[in-house]
């Protein structure tokens, strides 16, 4: 039987009419939660992405501030921006864009953004707080977005044995340890790891974040497993261009018990949960108590 397609477009829709009210509930307390976006350079796929991040913000009933610098802009510029958002009232997440130009040290500007306001979830302060299970923590968005499209299918994910493969920073290393959360027993694998497929194979539960087109394969899946697929890949295909991602999509539907597609998939989900961390942000830096 073919898998059941985890929709995240009509998921993350439905997440963002609900946090619309709740900003409108938030209003109340006559703040409005607000996102600045820092991007740096001309790259169109993130200059894309900071268009539909802006236009969904104001959907929401946020204030969005765009921030836009020239590739060749210092480490010091930007140290100095992120320094005035801090300290500005009226922005409660702030968002540097990645990629950034090799010049700057991503690490070192990232540490600088406040952890109050790091709604990326990528300060160390807020990496420990997962790791630590604190409920103040800033969780970044693409794991929280797998978790949510995992538990549209399974709402208790106790005792599955989860694979995450990838261990980056901003995708595996926060979904390890939200898995972890959930009860799960985790395996993260990565580019030094003997046999994926056959870890793959044991696996209820498998997230690919790699950056490796259509890496896992129909014959690595056991039949009924959940099956998340992070990775985005822009190919080229008649006359245009079509998008893929971590997972060869056709084989695994006709063993998986759940698939996320791509496009349509946790892409939506990231944006979503983008802005939910902006008005837990909000919230948390006005001690006001979930609405
Ligand atoms: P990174 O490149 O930072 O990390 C990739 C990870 O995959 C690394 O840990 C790497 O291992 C591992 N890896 C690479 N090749 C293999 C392999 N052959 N076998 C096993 N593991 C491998 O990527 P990100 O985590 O930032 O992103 C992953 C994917 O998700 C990308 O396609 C990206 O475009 C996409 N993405 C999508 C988002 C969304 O909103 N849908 C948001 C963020 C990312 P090692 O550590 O050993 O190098």
Same mark, same amino acid.
């Given at each position: 039987?073919?898998?059941?397609?985890?929709?995240?477009?009509?998921?993350?829709?439905?997440?963002? #009419?609900? +946090?619309?009210?709740?900003?409108? %509930?938030?209003?109340?307390t /006559?703040?409005? @939660?607000?996102? !600045?976006?820092? $991007?740096v350079?001309?790259?169109?796929?993130?200059?894309?992405?900071?268009?539909?991040?802006?236009?969904?913000?104001?959907?929401?009933?946020?204030?969005?501030?765009?921030?836009?610098?020239?590739?060749?802009?210092?480490?010091?510029?930007?140290?100095?921006?992120?320094?005035?958002?801090?300290?500005?009232?009226a922005?409660?997440?702030i968002?540097?864009?990645?990629?950034?130009?090799?010049?700057?040290?991503?690490? #070192?500007? +990232?540490?600088?953004?406040?952890? %109050?306001?790091?709604?990326? /979830?990528?300060? @160390?302060?807020? !990496?420990?707080? $997962?790791?630590?299970?604190?409920?103040?923590?800033?969780?970044?968005?693409?794991?929280?977005?797998?978790i949510?499209?995992?538990?549209?299918?399974?709402?208790?994910?106790?005792?599955?044995?989860?694979?995450?493969?990838?261990?980056?920073?901003?995708?595996?290393?926060?979904?390890?340890?939200?898995?972890?959360?959930?009860?799960?027993?985790v395996?993260?694998?990565?580019?030094?790891?003997?046999?994926?497929?056959?870890?793959?194979?044991?696996?209820?539960?498998?997230?690919?974040?790699?950056?490796?087109?259509?890496?896992?394969?129909?014959?690595?899946?056991?039949?009924?497993?959940?099956?998340?697929?992070?990775?985005?890949h822009?190919?080229?295909?008649?006359?245009?261009?079509?998008?893929?991602?971590?997972?060869?999509?056709?084989?695994?539907?006709?063993?998986?018990?759940?698939?996320?597609?791509?496009?349509?998939?946790?892409?939506?989900?990231?944006?979503?949960?983008?802005?939910?961390?902006?008005?837990?942000?909000?919230?948390?830096r006005?001690?006001?108590?979930?609405?």
């Open positions: 039987m073919a898998a059941r397609i985890i929709d995240g477009k009509t998921t993350a829709a439905g997440l963002l #009419a609900e +946090l619309k009210e709740k900003v409108e %509930a938030f209003g109340k /006559g703040r409005t @939660p607000g996102l !600045a976006v820092v $991007l350079g001309n790259d169109p796929a993130s200059a894309v992405y900071v268009r539909a991040k802006a236009r969904q913000t104001v959907e929401a009933g946020m204030r969005s501030f765009e921030h836009r610098l020239p590739e060749d802009v210092s480490q010091d510029q930007l140290m100095r921006l992120v320094e005035t958002l801090n300290h500005d009232f922005v409660d997440g968002l540097v864009q990645l990629p950034l130009p090799p010049h700057i040290d991503a690490a #070192a500007l +990232l540490s600088a953004v406040d952890p %109050a306001k790091d709604v990326d /979830g990528f300060h @160390p302060i807020n !990496a420990g707080r $997962l790791a630590t299970g604190d409920a103040r923590a800033l969780t970044p968005c693409t794991p929280l977005g797998c949510h499209l995992l538990k549209c299918v399974e709402a208790d994910l106790t005792g599955a044995h989860a694979l995450v493969i990838g261990r980056s920073n901003i995708v595996g290393k926060p979904l390890g340890q939200l898995l972890l959360g959930e009860n799960c027993t395996t993260i694998a990565h580019s030094r790891t003997r046999d994926v497929a056959e870890l793959c194979r044991a696996a209820d539960i498998v997230i690919a974040a790699t950056g490796q087109p259509e890496m896992v394969r129909g014959d690595w899946i056991k039949r009924g497993a959940l099956v998340i697929d992070v990775g985005i822009r190919i080229a295909a008649n006359n245009g261009h079509r998008v893929i991602g971590d997972v060869a999509f056709d084989e695994v539907r006709d063993r998986a018990g759940a698939i996320t597609p791509v496009p349509g998939g946790v892409g939506p989900m990231t944006i979503a949960y983008l802005l939910q961390n902006t008005l837990k942000a909000a919230r948390q006005s001690g006001v108590a979930a609405i």
